[in-house]
């Protein structure tokens, strides 16, 4: 069973930065991909970012060139770097982690079996 610890996130002005961090335990495999989902209230969750162990990178629209997802595997610990917040990324940002799925699938509407309990970034203007 993986599990996955998510800390970082908190309150940050619209402009500013925040980052992220996932640290994984109990992978019995080297090949794996994880990746960042956020939900904000009212809405549906969706991907933000993902990145897997062949090296794939995957961002949403959105996050391009603000966002940078990152995986040290030695750690076994996924990174997100966000810039230029604004107050539409406020959410809940969730890291996941699957043994079969690659970066191309974080995004979008596909389930991953591993997941963490999310932690709450709050963006004002």
């Known amino acids: 069973h993986v599990e996955l610890v998510e800390s970082g996130g908190g309150s940050v002005q619209a402009g500013g930065s925040a980052h992220l961090s996932c640290v994984a335990s109990?992978?019995?495999?080297?090949?794996?991909?994880m990746a960042w989902f956020r939900q904000a209230p009212g809405q549906e969750r969706e991907g933000v970012g993902g990145v897997d162990t062949e090296g794939r990178i995957n961002y949403a629209w959105y996050a391009e060139g603000r966002f940078t997802v990152s995986l040290d595997t030695a750690k076994n610990t996924l990174s997100l770097q966000m810039n230029d917040l604004k107050p539409e990324d406020t959410a809940v940002y969730y890291c996941?982690?699957?043994?079969?799925?690659?970066?191309?699938?974080?995004?979008?509407?596909?389930?991953?079996?591993?997941w963490g309990k999310g932690t709450q970034v709050t963006i004002s203007s």
């Open positions: 109990g992978f019995t495999s080297s090949r794996y991909c």
């Open positions: 996941a982690a699957d043994y079969t799925r690659t970066a191309v699938q974080a995004i979008g509407n596909w389930d991953f079996d591993y």
